[in-house]
């Protein structure tokens, strides 16, 4: 196992209330010398922990990082100061098949305790991306409920007023007569030379017509065409 150390320090007043760069390279050292592995130092002096993407010092450790290493911090509040981010970076090491290690926390997953706790951090992972998942689609079926557009193409038939879908007037004419040409047996071809001929244009804004673009109107009605 090779530790991978990480050091973090956001402000001058970090560093003089006790948890300076130096003091967490001493714990972090201290650790591995009693686990007799070797240690490599990353750090990021200056650097909020709200994010992980913005640290060089960080991706630095996550790259060199490998299957039965160990990700060592001082605490958990030097990895990371968002929890969705902490999740994240949890889940990289389980895919990476490494362990973390925060001495003031006193989680270590090269335990058995250790890996149950870590265990609950990707639960808990999983938990918020379900729930992100969930507050997305009931949020999309509300405004669906109450008529607004929720992205993607705007059907044949509509237009968008603001956050509204409402009825286009001359595209629904075009709807019924396609609907009415097809009740009394115009093939599709004939009925798109109707429509060239009566000036509907596709949403698209071209005014020829296609028997497929026709048929997926017939099929299914409010499709962009």
Same mark, same amino acid.
Not at 17 to 34: H, N, P, T, Y
Not at 109 to 115: D, I, L
Not at 125 to 154: M, V
Not at 170 to 179: D, K, P, S, V
């Given at each position: ?7 973090? /320090? ?11 760069? !130096?003091? $967490? +390279? ?8 009693? %686990?007799?592995? &070797? =240690? ?13 993407? %913005?640290?060089?010092?960080? *991706? ?17 509040? @030097? ?11 949890? &889940? ?8 973390? /290690? ?20 990707? =639960?808990? %992972? +999983?938990? &918020?991306? !379900? $729930? ?11 405004? @669906?409920?109450?008529? &607004? ?16 879908? /409402?009825? !286009? ?9 396609? @609907? ?25 804004? %071209?005014?020829?017509?296609?028997? *497929?673009? /026709?048929? *997926? ?9």
């Amino acid at each position: 196992m090779r530790a991978i150390g990480y050091i973090r /320090v956001s402000t001058q007043g970090q560093a003089e209330a006790g948890v300076s760069m !130096d003091a $967490q +390279e001493a714990k972090i050292k201290a650790w591995a010398g009693l %686990n007799e592995t &070797e =240690v490599v130092i990353c750090r990021d002096d200056g650097i909020s922990g709200k994010r992980s993407d %913005n640290r060089p010092g960080l *991706q630095a450790a996550l790259s060199m990082i490998g299957k039965g290493d160990a990700l060592v911090v001082y605490s958990l509040s @030097r990895l990371s100061r968002s929890t969705k981010d902490a999740l994240i970076l949890s &889940e990289i090491l389980t895919k990476k098949d490494a362990d973390l /290690v925060s001495l003031s926390e006193k989680i270590d997953t090269t335990s058995a305790s250790g890996k149950m706790v870590f265990r609950l951090l990707a =639960v808990l %992972n +999983e938990f &918020e991306r !379900d $729930q992100t998942s969930d507050r997305t689609r009931f949020a999309l079926a509300h405004k @669906r409920t109450l008529g &607004e557009f929720t992205g993607g193409k705007i059907p044949y038939g509509y237009r968008l007023d603001g956050k509204l879908l /409402v009825a !286009d007037e001359f595209e629904q004419t075009a709807l019924r007569l396609i @609907r009415d040409l097809r009740v009394e047996g115009y093939t599709l071809r004939a009925i798109c030379r109707k429509l060239e001929a009566r000036g509907y244009r596709t949403k698209s804004g %071209n005014p020829s017509w296609h028997p *497929q673009v /026709v048929k *997926q109107l017939i099929t299914h009605p409010g499709k962009a065409a």
